[in-house]
Structure formats: C-alpha cells, structure tokens
C-alpha cells in the first residue's frame, strides 16, 4: 500500500492553534451556507487549497453505482472535472477503498498513482495527500491534495490532521446538500402527482350535477391511480358510461386517462356499439401509448327504453348485476385490456335490467380487507352489495365507503364504483309549459304520492314542490313561452320519491337559483324557497347532450 | 278559482274560491287592486281556498304593500287549513293581519 517509505519530517503551519480552529470555522460555516451540492463542492476546493497551502486540490465521488469515482470539482491549474477512475484506481481508490487519509511524499516511488493524468496534461505530481469522506462509516468519496506550495513542497504530519478534519467537514456539508436536493425532487414528485390528481378529479362528472339513473364515487388512496369513470347522456336519450383502471401511476398515468376518456368521449357520440367502441380506442392507443401502459376498462350504453344495456369489457373486473330477488350475474371479460394488441375485436354484451342494478368497480374495491385483513374479492363485495341493498342509490355506495373505511382507515389503492339503476318510475308526465296544466299536475303528482304511501301532510309538501317548481320553469327558464315542454319524473327510491323535472329551455345557471330571503317582503321569488323548505333534498343543474335544465328532489315518505 | 266582491262594514270583501295557482292569480291580484285603486279598505276571505301557490300568496303580499302606501285597512279572513299551511311555510301568517270573519274584523 501506500505506506510512506521514511518518516515524515514535522512540517508546521505557523497556525495557532486559535488560528486553525478560526480557519475551521470559517470553512465549516461556508460549506453549512450552501444547500446546493455543485456549489458547496466548489466552495470546499476553493478553501482547501488556499488554507491547505496546495497546488490543486480535487474531490472525487462515488457515482450512483458505486462502480466508478468521479471527480466532481477541482482547483488547481488542471482542470480534471469529470475525470472518471476505477474506484480501486490510484491513491484516490486507496483511500476511498480503505477509508484511511493516504499520504505519498514522493509519488514516483509509489505503485499506486495513475501517471495517465500527468502524461496526458504536462503537470508533473510530486506529494499527494488524500482524505476519505466519510458521513456515518460510509464513504462517499475522497478529498485529494497535490503538491504542497509551502515548505519543501512535500506533505507532511501536520498536514493529515488537517486534511482529515476538512474533510470531515465537506463530507457533511455534501451530504447536507445531498439530503436537501433529495428533499426538493421528493416535493417536485409530490407536486408532480397533485397535479396528476387534479388533472384525474378535472375529468370525473359531477354527480351533483346530473339527473341521470347513474352514480360513481371514487376515492382517492394516498397515491394517484389511474382510475376513472364517466357517464353522459346522448342526444338520442341513452346513457354512455365507461371505468377503467389506467396501469401505473403518476403524471403518465394521468395523461393516458385523459386521452383514453377524451377518445371514449368523443367516439361514443358516433359510435353505438360498444365493442367497436374500444376496438377503435384500442388500436388508437396501442399506436401511440408509452410501452407497457395499458388500460382495464368496461364501456357501454344504457337504453332507458328498451331497459337494456350494452357493454364491452377489456380486461377489467367484471360487472356484476344484482337482480330484483338479490342474484347476480357477472359479465368477465373475454379481451385483454387496451393497449397491448391492436386490430383486436372487442364483442359486445347485453344485459337486461329488470328492475335490478348494475354495478362497476375497479380492483381498489375488491383487493379492499375485510376486517379479517383479507381481500374481498367478488364475494366479499357481493356480500358488501348485499348488506347495502334496499336503500337509494347514493345511500347505497355511501354505505359502502362506510363499511371500507371502517376496517382500513386509508385505501391502498383508489376505490372507485359505478351503479347504474333504472327505478320504476311511478309518475311520467310530459306537459306543454302552460299555467293551466297546473291542476292536472298537481292531480296526478297527489295521486301517485298517495300510492306510495305519502300521508296527509307528505302529499301536500310534494304537490306543493312540483307545483312550484313547474312555475319556475314557465316564469323563467321559457319565460312565458307555452310551446315548451315540461317532464315530470317520479320513482319509488326506497323509503323515499325521487322526483325529477327537466325542461328544454337554455341553460339556467344552477348557482343563480336562489331562495330569496324571507325577511325582503316582497311578492314573487317564494317558490324555490317553498321546495327547499319542503323537500329533503334538491339540486338543480343543466342536461348534458342537449339544452335544458333539471331539478332533482328527494322526500322522504311519512 | 271563482271570486265575488261584496261589501260589508266598510269593508270591501274580495272572496276567492278554489284552487289559485299561476293560471289565475294575475286575475285574484286584478280583483285585490282595483278595490283599493278605488280606495276601499279591503279584505281578502279564503273561506272557500282549496289550494294556493306562491303567486297567489305574491297577490297577497302586494295587496298589502299596496294598502300600507295608501294608509287603507288590509287584511284576510277565515283563511282556510290549505292556504293557512303555504301562509305559515312563507312565515307570513304573523304578517297578515288574519280574522276569522267580517265581523270579527270589525271588532
């Protein structure tokens, strides 16, 4: 190795021992300054050759793989920035590799100095002096000296205290940096899968805003997943939905989904089959996605007519439907997800919903644990569906999400669900928007609350609502124009009617309906007030697909 | 929806009968101004209500603005139990001045 072939001749400073520990400082509150490894590396060079008295100084790093030394930064009148070493190579790798400060006086003497450097750059290395750097026993790399400027040139005693002592210091101020870039990238990652997040919930439809038999939920889990849902209405009156599970994670998992959900969105509206549906998305994204993503999705329509929906499933879980006397029927895929082959051809399937519902999910609900710590599966989530049934769809999946949270208080992957359920409407009615096809309203909405139970007081409140409400659209989304229609919807939603009003006005802005306050006496703006004050619940919003506008009111039967 | 005005007391007595929605309560708030344009205390019977909305009810809160500018008597009488129930919901049954009858008015 490179032990010293005489004994080293004592080579003092003329520090203090004020002097030196003011230098150390000084050094020590420089590298402490600097949060950025490429500069803190600079400062340490910059310092150690001034203060050390050598002609240049250079740190090496081990690079990420451990299989090479680097030399990140140095100073002197070489510029070897890049040079790339063995880490066993020269009295550098000596040092690294035994993590002890190497000293060789007298180079030429000395086996283990790479001469390439000198030969290729004309400077003529006589004393080196090298210091591992170490942080918590491990070493990161090696602080070198060439050359002492003061003395006999050579390095010396003193000298290693020294240069152990700095380079104690370096290596904690590269590791400080090091840890604080780390921290900036894991914030950049976090930033980065926020944004993917935003860009996933920007593409959800909201659910406060539709009047439509289909409800989804998704629940994000700490990480951003690929999941999805979407639903609409077509001009013609049926309903497309899709979900999908986009693979991986992240900002690239993001953007296949907003590509996949745009393509789906915009080919649905010309294409009504849903096996060629995702065949013509398929080959799309097979020719343009990143390799290995790909994308587990079931797409469809519902005909509310017919009560028949059509859907094709790529590789993802099965649908399952529950019928009216509580049995199911699942729909497993017979294609593999979108994106890996394309020219595939994707068949449809149809099933018919009498009177049952149809439910969607991704593998966040059944990967779930139940409270044995084991996954669900699809038995556990038909037992889940079970336990649910017989309550109103969004009553449903809420006690879903309260079931799961229960047993794992965070998801480990985005739980996301989609029902579809076509009530048996109780009241259809399709009136002209004219002031005298009031009392045939109300008679029929006080006929169809006494069927279902509604007493006395429960009938009032709902002719009351519908009467109102129906007002509002002749006051103000037709503004008095009788040649609009009217569709007054009820259904049977467990222990409660749902009652659902559209027109086919221009859209009215939801958040511009408001009650007025009771206090302003004035005459007018009472009857939002009235069917907020009647009802359990009501939301208004704008039709998708077409013009026109919504009220959707819930009340509870007594 | 029918009505009748009649007078008593020095009142005039717009009395409505029947279901008063949209489709006739432009004509019940009609009947409620001319009699105070002619400067008549008024008084409004429900007696026969068998439904009223919210327009119906905006009559009535005219009817009484109305009134109040022109320093006139206004009230309701024997409000029956449907219009009574939309009176309370509007929170209106304290504004109202309500008696049971003409004479009871009067008083």
């Known amino acids: 190795m490179s032990t010293p072939a005489a004994p080293l001749p004592p080579d003092p400073y003329g520090f203090s021992d004020g002097e030196l520990a003011a230098m150390l400082a000084e050094l020590a509150q420089d590298f402490a300054s600097s949060l950025n490894v490429e500069e803190t590396l600079q400062h340490a060079v910059d310092q150690i050759i001034t203060h050390l008295h050598a002609e240049a100084a250079s740190i090496f790093l081990l690079d990420e793989t451990r299989r090479a030394l680097v030399c990140r930064k ?87 205290h020294l240069a152990t002592t700095v380079a104690a210091a370096a290596a904690l101020a590269i590791h400080n940096a090091r840890m604080a870039e780390a921290l900036v990238e894991q914030e950049r990652v976090r930033k980065e899968l926020e944004l993917a997040r935003e860009i996933q919930l920007s593409l959800l439809p909201t659910d406060a805003a539709s009047d439509l038999p289909i409800r989804g939920i998704n629940l994000p889990a700490r990480e951003v997943s690929g999941d999805f849902y979407d639903y609409f209405r077509l001009p013609d009156g049926r309903l497309y939905f899709s979900i999908a599970d986009v693979s991986g994670k992240g900002m690239n998992a993001a953007l296949l989904m907003a590509k996949t959900t745009s393509l789906l969105r915009c080919l649905a509206k010309t294409t009504p ?69 394309p020219g595939l051809a994707y068949p449809t399937d149809t099933l018919v919903l009498d009177g049952g519902c149809v439910y969607l999910f991704t593998d966040g609900l059944t990967e779930s644990l139940d409270s044995d710590s084991k ?46 359920e076509l009530g048996e409407p109780v009241l259809l009615l399709q009136i002209a928007a004219d002031p005298r096809e009031l009392a045939q309203v109300r008679t029929a909405v006080q006929e169809a609350a006494e069927l279902e139970g509604c007493g006395q007081k429960c009938v009032a409140d709902i002719v009351m609502a519908v009467n109102e409400a129906c007002m509002n659209i002749i006051q103000h989304a037709y503004k008095g124009d009788v040649s609009g229609l009217i569709e007054i919807e009820m259904r049977r939603e467990a222990d409660a009617l749902e009652i659902v009003l559209r027109d086919f006005a221009p859209p009215v802005d939801p958040g511009g309906i408001k009650p007025r306050p009771l206090e302003e006496l004035r005459p007018g703006g009472l009857g939002t007030f009235f069917i907020r004050e009647t009802m359990d619940d009501c939301r208004y919003g704008n039709l998708c697909g077409r013009d026109g506008n919504f009220l959707r009111m819930t009340k509870k039967i007594t | 929806m029918t009505y009748k005005v009649t007078t008593e007391s020095g009142f005039s007595i717009v009395h409505l009968t029947g279901d008063i929605d949209l489709s006739c309560s432009p004509e019940a708030r009609k009947a409620i101004l001319d009699r105070l344009a002619a400067s008549q205390h008024t008084l409004v019977d429900l007696s026969g209500v068998t439904y009223i909305d919210s327009s119906g009810i905006a009559s009535l809160v005219e009817g009484y603005q109305t ?35 003409v004479a009871d008015r009067a008083k």
Do not use: W
Not at chain 1, 377 to 396: E, I, M, Y
Not at chain 1, 414 to 420: E, P, V, Y
């Open chain 2, 67 to 101: 009134a109040r500018k022109k320093n006139l008597q206004f009230g309701l009488i024997a409000v029956s139990e449907p219009a009574l129930s939309v009176l309370e919901l509007a929170r209106l049954d304290k504004v109202f001045p309500i008696h049971a009858s």
């Open chain 1, 375 to 420: 996954q669900l599966g699809l038995a556990g989530v038909k037992r889940l569906l079970d336990s649910a049934a017989g309550t109103s769809p969004d009553t449903r999946l809420q006690t879903i999400v309260t079931e799961l949270e229960a047993v794992s208080r965070r998801f480990n992957d985005d739980i996301t669900m989609l029902l579809i």
């Open chain 1, 273 to 341: 089959d849903p096996g060629e549906l995702l065949s013509r998305v398929n080959d799309e994204i097979c020719e343009t996605a990143s390799m290995g993503m790909f994308v587990t999705i079931v797409t469809g329509f519902v005909e509310p007519r017919t009560r028949r929906i059509l859907l094709s499933n790529g590789g993802h879980l099965p649908p399952l439907m529950r019928a009216r006397d509580g049995s199911y029927t699942d729909l497993p895929p017979q294609m593999p997800p979108l994106g890996i082959l």
């Open chain 1, 74 to 160: 140095c100073a002197g009148p070489v510029d070897i920035t890049g040079l790339r070493l063995h880490p066993d190579e020269g009295i550098v790798g000596d040092s690294v590799r035994s993590g002890r400060v190497q000293i060789v006086r007298d180079v030429s003497q000395n086996p283990s100095f790479a001469a390439g450097v000198d030969q290729d750059t004309g400077f003529i290395t006589r004393s080196i002096l090298c210091a591992p750097l170490a942080v918590r026993g491990e070493t990161i790399g090696a602080l070198e000296l060439i050359n002492k400027r003061s003395g006999d040139g050579l390095f010396a005693g003193a000298d290693i």
